[in-house]
């Protein structure tokens, strides 16, 4: 993402671009959200990823070789993380699965840093993670104690919330390897793209692009939108701190309640406003309390 910085220092050229992508992250999902067949409406988004990804992968150089696994790795979690969105989303309200798969992600890590890699925790990120479990448990029982209609739903935002953090670390060290963020970017949605789009047709079958002239538009814009919030973050990753961006990249949360209430005229309720509230709350605490 070359010139982001061309006008600003560095330094304030970073959290700029990641809560630029922020907005655009809470956008993009709000529109794939508002699509009627939304299988359709992440295959289109998903092309265009492929269609920018040519160009780009044209206009940048190639990464470097060492990145080449953390690259091809992120591509699986990514597409493993739109199916689940995409099922989250054909379940369960905007304003409830959004923040929980994105709240969801910096809590994972922070739960996996203990238990897989044996990380000590200190008081500061114990309240975070404590702050953030209350914020998702207001979240999932926003419409009450779930019924077994609504597991699957919750359970689909939660796992995509695994992928994230799964592609967030990877990514973040890829594009350190990769020598050129651009490049990186544009490989990513080169391959990912299609792959989703081929799960969408073995899903739907022959008949998943009929009548899908009137979403091209917003699926086109879905994919740009979507290309330049995570081109925006990656940029980022390869000049700032992680944990900042991380803790940044949640204010999308409170941009998706928003348009929630707006758009979709989803209630967002006092339980569900304080619960999304709590979660960036828990999530600020947990980055800032890092060594």
């Not at 992680?242 to 998706?256: G, H, P, Y």
Request: charged share 10%; aromatic share 6%; glycine share 14%.
């Amino acid at each position: 993402m070359p010139g982001v910085g061309a006008g600003v220092g560095v330094g304030a050229a970073v959290p700029l671009a990641v809560l630029t992508a922020a907005v655009l992250h809470a956008v993009w999902n709000g529109l794939a959200h508002r699509v009627p067949d939304k299988m359709v409406g992440f295959a289109l988004i998903n092309l265009t990823y492929t269609a920018v990804g040519v160009v780009l992968a044209v206009l940048n150089p190639l990464p470097a070789a060492g990145a080449w696994p953390y690259l091809l790795a992120s591509v699986v979690v990514q597409v493993t993380s739109t199916v689940l969105l995409l099922r989250a989303y054909e379940l369960g309200d905007f304003g409830q699965m959004y923040p929980i798969a994105r709240g969801s992600a910096p809590l994972l890590v922070a739960v996996l840093s203990v238990a897989v890699l044996g990380q000590h925790l200190g008081v500061g990120e114990l309240l975070g993670v404590l702050v953030i479990c209350c914020g998702l448990i207001g979240l999932a029982l926003a419409k009450g104690i779930p019924g077994r209609a609504q597991l699957p739903a919750l359970g689909a935002a939660l796992g995509t919330g695994v992928m994230i953090a799964g592609y967030t670390v990877l990514d973040g060290t890829g594009v350190r390897q990769a020598g050129t963020p651009g490049g990186y970017v544009a490989w990513l949605f080169v391959l990912q793209g299609p792959v989703v789009a081929l799960i969408a047709r073995l899903r739907r079958g022959p008949g998943l692009m009929t009548g899908v002239g009137p979403l091209i538009p917003v699926g086109v814009l879905g994919g740009v939108l979507s290309l330049t919030a995570y081109g925006l973050v990656v940029w980022a990753q390869s000049r700032g701190n992680l944990a900042s961006i991380a803790a940044l990249r949640e204010t999308s949360i409170v941009i998706a309640a928003l348009i929630a209430t707006v758009v979709f005229r989803e209630r967002l309720g006092r339980l569900r406003m304080t619960a999304a509230a709590t979660v960036l709350a828990g999530i600020a605490v947990l980055e800032l309390a890092r060594p």
